[in-house]
């Protein structure tokens, strides 16, 4: 990473590792952490625009942990930015993708992305899903260009089945673009497709 860009320059660490998304509702899942290392705005990120979304905040801010390993412990660096752009905005997917390849430049190679949402499967309120794969039903692309991207290993299925270990489900999320709920046939559409969450209201049923 270079320490000019402004996840360096800002934090004083010469890269960090992980990065954390908070979702609507989970601005103080992390309190527990404690006063973070450094603090800056979102928008404060090359191409980041400030959260517009109730429950998300213009701010990102820098922790170290301590991680048990095979060879004892050792400490990373994890950015948690408190909120987020999304497509339903109407601004493209440019802003949307701008915060993830900020990170990957402060040299993140993993992400823990955290969002409310609805199930299309007979499930209980409140679950946590463990997110294993997608359907890009957005119509539109984080991409641009002639190079074509596999993107059959987005969701990191080691980290998947960490993750897993302490969630209640693991399944496909069914991306769509928002910010209308789908209706009641498109909801059943989409669990036929092979999703089992997506945008719908929780108390959508499945069938």
């Known amino acids: ?5 402004p996840c360096g320059r800002r934090t004083g ?3 960090h590792d992980l990065l954390v998304v908070l979702g609507s509702g989970t601005d103080g899942a992390l309190e527990d952490w ?3 290392l450094a603090a800056l705005p979102l928008s404060d990120l090359p191409g980041v625009a400030a959260p517009v979304a109730l429950g998300h905040a213009d701010l990102l801010t820098s922790h170290e942990r301590r991680v048990r390993t095979a060879d004892g412990e050792r400490a990373v660096r994890v950015l948690v930015a408190h909120g987020r752009t999304h497509l339903y905005e109407g601004r493209g997917s440019a802003p949307v993708v ?4 900020a990170a990957a430049a402060a040299g993140v190679r993993a992400a823990v992305l955290v969002n409310a949402n609805g199930c299309l499967r007979d499930w209980c309120l409140g ?3 463990t997110v294993t794969d997608h359907l890009n039903l957005t119509g539109a692309s984080p991409f641009d260009g002639t190079v074509f991207v596999d993107v059959r ?11 897993g270990a302490v969630t209640e489900r693991s399944g496909v999320y069914a991306a769509v673009r ?8 498109e909801t059943r559409l989409l669990a036929v497709a092979g999703g089992d969450s997506s945008l719908s209201p929780p108390e959508f049923p499945s069938t």
């Open 178 to 185: 928002g910010p209308e709920y789908q209706t009641m046939a």
């Open 13 to 15: 660490a010469a890269r």
């Open 127 to 129: 679950d946590v899903m």
């Open 153 to 163: 290993e987005v969701w990191d299925a080691v980290l998947a089945a960490a993750v």
């Open 34 to 36: 404690g006063e973070p």
């Open 98 to 101: 701008a915060l993830a390849r």
């Open 1 to 5: 990473m270079r320490p000019d860009l």
